[in-house]
């Protein structure tokens, strides 16, 4: 197992890979090329190519783009909030506390995904992305990170936490950013911010694909750029394309071997890379 110091440096380098890929995504796809019609990664690395002649890294490209900065937003939203939830229960602001167990349990209630659909649909075509799906998702997941980030700082004693470490004469910084958020409070917020992030990534991944699975404009992004829901949904047809040879002809070898699967496999992998950063945070702040 890495250590915390290991494992936020793995997280650190996943991300920024990811925000760099959003500097050199191409603002439309390269034109048809039939001299690089369904390469391999190992033919034209480090992706492939599509039937089309397009280079699949276009695809993670701009993909990366579409989810990188709405997706972080988001969790820091988050973070931000749950923050607030814990120092306010630690500073014994009784009616800021009740403001926000108000918010909580109003929001809380409401239903996730219709919400998300009536704002994915309100928003108009010329201003599509995910930053307001995003945020959104990040306002209605916020009751529970509160919670529990107010219930983490009211097991330290709350106020009585606040005033004993007075008493021994800590300034309010050191308190409040010292012992409060960075020695208890850092797991949990942070933890509910990756998670967060990376539902808003699967959720793009599953409005995208349904737009791809039944021909319908995209909700998270223009029609110039394209989501890792089209690899995952090229990969798809391929895996239907090899069941249908497969029973027809009863060859399982040759029906696999005679599509291209690497769409498939590039779209699970680049999910899994995702949760593999928000993994990596999660561990370098876990508690002792």
């Given at each position: 197992?890495?250590?915390?110091?290991?494992?936020?440096l793995v997280g650190l380098a996943g991300l920024l890979v990811l925000?760099?890929?959003?500097?050199?995504?191409?603002?439309?796809?390269?034109?048809?090329?039939?001299?690089?019609?369904?390469?391999?990664?190992?033919?034209?690395?480090?992706?492939?190519?599509?039937?089309?002649?397009?280079?699949?890294?276009?695809?993670?490209?701009?993909?990366?783009?579409?989810?990188?900065?709405?997706?972080?937003?988001?969790g820091l939203l988050v973070l931000f909030l749950s923050v607030l939830?814990?120092?306010?229960?630690?500073?014994?602001?009784?009616?800021?506390?009740?403001?926000?167990?108000?918010?909580?349990?109003?929001?809380?209630?409401?239903?996730?995904?219709?919400?998300?659909?009536?704002?994915?649909?309100?928003?108009?075509?010329?201003?599509?992305?995910?930053?307001?799906?995003?945020?959104?998702?990040?306002?209605?997941?916020?009751?529970?990170?509160?919670?529990?980030?107010?219930?983490?700082?009211?097991?330290?004693?709350?106020?009585?936490?606040?005033?004993?470490?007075?008493?021994?004469?800590?300034?309010?910084?050191?308190?409040?950013f010292n012992h409060i958020l960075w020695r208890n409070l850092r797991?949990?917020?942070?933890?509910?911010?990756?998670?967060?992030?990376?539902?808003?990534?699967?959720?793009?991944?599953?409005?995208?694909?349904?737009?791809?699975?039944?021909?319908?404009?995209?909700?998270?992004?223009?029609?110039?750029?394209?989501?890792?829901?089209?690899?995952?949904?090229?990969?798809?047809?391929?895996?239907?394309?090899?069941?249908?040879?497969?029973?027809?002809?009863?060859?399982?070898?040759?029906?696999?071997?005679?599509?291209?699967?690497?769409?498939?496999?590039?779209?699970?992998?680049?999910?899994?890379?995702?949760?593999?950063?928000?993994?990596?945070?999660?561990?370098?702040?876990?508690?002792?």
């Amino acid at each position: 197992m890495l250590s915390r110091r290991q494992s936020f440096l793995v997280g650190l380098a996943g991300l920024l890979v990811l925000l760099v890929s959003t500097v050199f995504a191409p603002e439309f796809l390269s034109s048809y090329n039939h001299e690089m019609v369904s390469l391999s990664p190992f033919e034209h690395p480090p992706f492939g190519t599509n039937k089309n002649g397009i280079a699949y890294l276009e695809y993670v490209l701009q993909g990366a783009q579409v989810v990188a900065l709405p997706a972080l937003f988001s969790g820091l939203l988050v973070l931000f909030l749950s923050v607030l939830a814990g120092v306010t229960r630690c500073a014994g602001l009784s009616r800021v506390d009740l403001a926000l167990q108000g918010f909580s349990e109003v929001v809380g209630a409401l239903p996730r995904l219709v919400v998300v659909l009536v704002v994915a649909l309100a928003v108009s075509a010329q201003g599509r992305s995910l930053y307001a799906i995003g945020i959104t998702w990040a306002l209605l997941a916020a009751p529970g990170a509160m919670d529990e980030a107010a219930a983490a700082a009211g097991r330290l004693g709350g106020a009585r936490f606040v005033e004993a470490l007075r008493a021994h004469g800590f300034g309010a910084a050191r308190i409040y950013f010292n012992h409060i958020l960075w020695r208890n409070l850092r797991s949990v917020v942070v933890r509910q911010a990756a998670e967060v992030a990376v539902q808003v990534v699967f959720l793009e991944i599953s409005l995208s694909y349904l737009a791809n699975a039944t021909n319908l404009p995209a909700l998270t992004h223009a029609d110039s750029t394209h989501s890792w829901a089209r690899l995952l949904y090229e990969g798809f047809l391929a895996l239907m394309n090899s069941w249908s040879t497969w029973k027809a002809t009863g060859d399982l070898v040759s029906s696999v071997l005679g599509q291209s699967h690497w769409p498939m496999l590039i779209g699970l992998g680049l999910i899994g890379a995702v949760v593999g950063v928000a993994s990596a945070f999660k561990s370098a702040v876990r508690s002792r």
